[in-house]
């Protein structure tokens, strides 16, 4: 098992682009989160599915963020337009249950100029 | 409220020495916390959580309720200990609550 996938590993865009982030959560996990990290804050949840279905998007930054997941295999992040604070490590996580152990995918470094 | 604080951002320590990495929560229910760790190139991973009492890689973390805090302790640091540590409380819907995240530096 490759674990979570997530693609691109390195972003670099220019303010106003669209951005969108993909993961590929564990097969059989029920639960997939979005999370943002910066130094500044360290890591915030940004949006988190269960059953494919967003149950908390509270730590969504804005309008210019947006998740979604058609399906159980497959999920998508995408910020338009984007904006150099934008600029961070996005982590996608994937769990059997909602708080249970969190599976991490190697984090897509976008960095927005 | 929900809440995870980290007061450290960067701790450093000397091989052998002890180490404590703070956390400290705010949270109206029963609480259910953990650690998490991310090695240099490497994921961020679970290292332990309260409910299991359990010690990994010689580190544990004791639930204090009345002082509200789960900090992590080893009593002799390694090298290998050197990361990013992330405190994590299990939140109202379910979600994980990370904190700001503490570096460890182990020097030899």
């Known amino acids: 098992d490759a674990g979570v996938i997530q693609s691109p590993r390195h972003e670099v865009t220019e303010m106003g682009q669209e951005v969108t982030l993909r993961c590929k959560p564990i097969s059989g996990h029920n639960s997939l989160f979005w999370y943002r990290q910066t130094m500044m804050r360290g890591l915030e949840l940004l949006i988190y599915?269960?059953?494919?279905?967003?149950?908390?998007d509270s730590g969504m930054p804005e309008d210019r963020f947006s998740a979604k997941m058609p399906n159980a295999s497959f999920s998508t992040l995408k910020i338009q337009p984007s904006e150099p604070r934008d600029s961070a490590v996005y982590f996608c996580?994937?769990?059997?249950?909602?708080?249970?152990?969190?599976?991490f995918g190697s984090g897509t470094q976008l960095s927005v100029l | 409220a929900q809440r995870v604080t980290q007061p450290e951002k960067l701790l450093s320590v000397f091989k052998g020495a002890p180490v404590e990495l703070k956390c400290n929560y705010s949270?109206?229910?029963?609480?259910?916390l953990f650690w998490y760790v991310q090695y240099s190139r490497q994921r961020l991973q679970l290292l332990l959580r309260?409910?299991s009492r359990e010690s990994i890689k010689g580190f544990t973390a004791d639930l204090n309720k009345g002082e509200t805090s789960f900090h992590l302790k080893k009593p002799f640091a390694q090298e290998e200990d050197s990361a990013m540590y992330y405190c994590?409380?299990?939140?109202?819907?379910?979600?994980?609550?990370f904190g700001t995240g503490t570096r460890l530096q182990v020097f030899p």
């Open positions: 996580a994937s769990s059997p249950t909602a708080w249970e152990k969190l599976f």
């Open positions: 599915f269960n059953n494919n279905v967003p149950i908390d």
């Open positions: 309260h409910i």
């Open positions: 994590a409380l299990k939140g109202y819907t379910d979600k994980l609550i």
């Open positions: 949270y109206s229910g029963s609480p259910e």
